[in-house]
C-alpha cells in the first residue's frame, strides 16, 4: 500500500505536468523557418504577415443609382484575400466626410465561421474621376481612406469584373 505522503507528491508533479503540456505555447519552429526568418531580418526585409481567409466572404454591390443595385459575393480565397489586404494597407483617417455623389460599389465583408469573432464590415467606395484610385467610407467606424493607384488598379478590376 502507497504512503499518502507519496499519492500527494504524484498528484502534484501529475498536476504539474498537465499544466506545463496544456499552456498555449507555439510548437517549435522548424530550422528552415528560423532560417528564412533570420535571413529576411539580416538583408532589413520584414517577414510578410499571412493572413487565412478560408472563412471570408466579400459581397460586392455594384449601385446602379439611388434605387437599384446588383451584388455578387466573392468566394475565392485568393481574390478575397487581394480585397482584405488592400483594405488593411489604407491609411485611416479619422473623419467625417460628405461625398458629392452616391458610392459606386459597396463591400461587405463578413466571416462565414461561425467561431470567429468578426464584425461584419461595410466599405462605401468611390472611383476617383480620372479613374486612377479609389476613396472609401467606413461609416459604422466613421473613418476615411484612400488607395494608392497601384492597388486601387487591381481592386477596380476586381470590382468591376463579373
Not at 459575393?73 to 461625398?99: G, Q, R
Not at 464584425?119 to 467610407?137: A, G, M
Not at 494608392?148 to 487591381?154: C, D, Y
Request: aromatic letters at 6%.
Amino acid at each position: 500500500m502507497l504512503k499518502p505522503a507519496f499519492i500527494g507528491v504524484l498528484l502534484v508533479i501529475t498536476l504539474a505536468l498537465a499544466l506545463a503540456t496544456s499552456c498555449g505555447s507555439e510548437p517549435p519552429k522548424s530550422q528552415s523557418a528560423m532560417a528564412d526568418a533570420a535571413q529576411n531580418k539580416a538583408v532589413g526585409e520584414q517577414t510578410p504577415t499571412t493572413l487565412a481567409y478560408d472563412n471570408v466572404q466579400v459581397q460586392i454591390i455594384t449601385m446602379k443609382d439611388l434605387t437599384e443595385a446588383a451584388s455578387r459575393t466573392v468566394t475565392d480565397t485568393e481574390t478575397v484575400a487581394v480585397i482584405m489586404n488592400a483594405l488593411s494597407a489604407i491609411d485611416w483617417e479619422n473623419a467625417k466626410v460628405s461625398m458629392s455623389r452616391p458610392p459606386d460599389y459597396k463591400m461587405l465583408t463578413q466571416n462565414t465561421d461561425p467561431l470567429a469573432s468578426y464584425e461584419p464590415q461595410l466599405y462605401e467606395v468611390w472611383i476617383s474621376p480620372q479613374k486612377d484610385h479609389l476613396e472609401f467610407v467606413q461609416g459604422a467606424e466613421g473613418k476615411y481612406g484612400r488607395m494608392p493607384a497601384a492597388e486601387s488598379a487591381k481592386l477596380i478590376a476586381i470590382l468591376q469584373s463579373n
